[in-house]
């Protein structure tokens, strides 16, 4: 008797064991953010060209319920530049964005030697750059809600696929340091400018005046355009503030949510300082609007 009774007692403990094991297991699954570590991914190709990669920066803790995206867009003037250039804001963005998963990308850049690469190639990239994105959300643990920004060219691109192509991506607001938004008027800034433009879009604003019309985020502003938060240097050389004017003129005509704010004295690029402030400002302005 004695025998049996050690018996059941060892079957009974290996069953509670067992129970407790699986009970614990399925608490672990139902919340693995917890578990997950902070991961780089460098280098992740959207495309079959070489241009089309980006870097994921996905934080500690992230789910797909809670891990907003914040994907930003390099400067360059649309014939240079590179992703590497969120590392100059990544701080900041990981300080005013907390919980965000940051992307940052890489896109077609025009070829001053071969003629190739004009617009809107670095327009359809972006595109084709959100689709993959959401196609791994689950698989890198994070929501498809998306805050899209960009500074300078990247701005510009950042814009014009929030207002123009809204029904790719779950978009919820644009941030835009500096960016063109007029090309037609940003067309009679300068020499250089001019001279830019017409090989990027296949002539001049009079030659071929839909392409001008078609790659200019005023173009598309409606009342139904997202939050938009703007930044830009008052003695800018590069972009002039009256493009940043232009845009906060058409916003307030089609009554969208926005904030702009111009910088007195700094010029195409912010100092560190007005980068922090100017980032804060957007978070704080988004998170408001959300």
Known sequence: MAMKIHVFKIRFLLIASLSILFFTCNNDSESPSKELEAIDILNESYGTDVANSMDVYLPAGRSTSETPLFIYIHGGGWNSGDKSEILVFRSLIESAFQGYAIISLNYSLYNLNTGTGQFPAQENDVMDAISYILSKTDEWNVSNKIILAGASAGGHLALLHSYKHQNVGNIQAVLALFPPTDLTSLFEFNTLTQQGLQLLLSG???????????????????????????????????????????????????????YFESYPGEGHGLDFKSYAEAIQKAADFINEEL
């Open 204 to 258: 001049t604003p009079e030659s071929n005046p839909d392409a001008y019309a078609m790659s200019s985020p005023i173009t598309y502003v409606t009342p139904n355009s997202i939050p938009t938060a703007f930044f830009h240097g008052s003695a800018d050389v590069v972009v002039p503030v009256s493009q940043s004017e232009l845009l906060a003129e058409k916003l307030e005509e089609n009554n969208v949510s926005y």
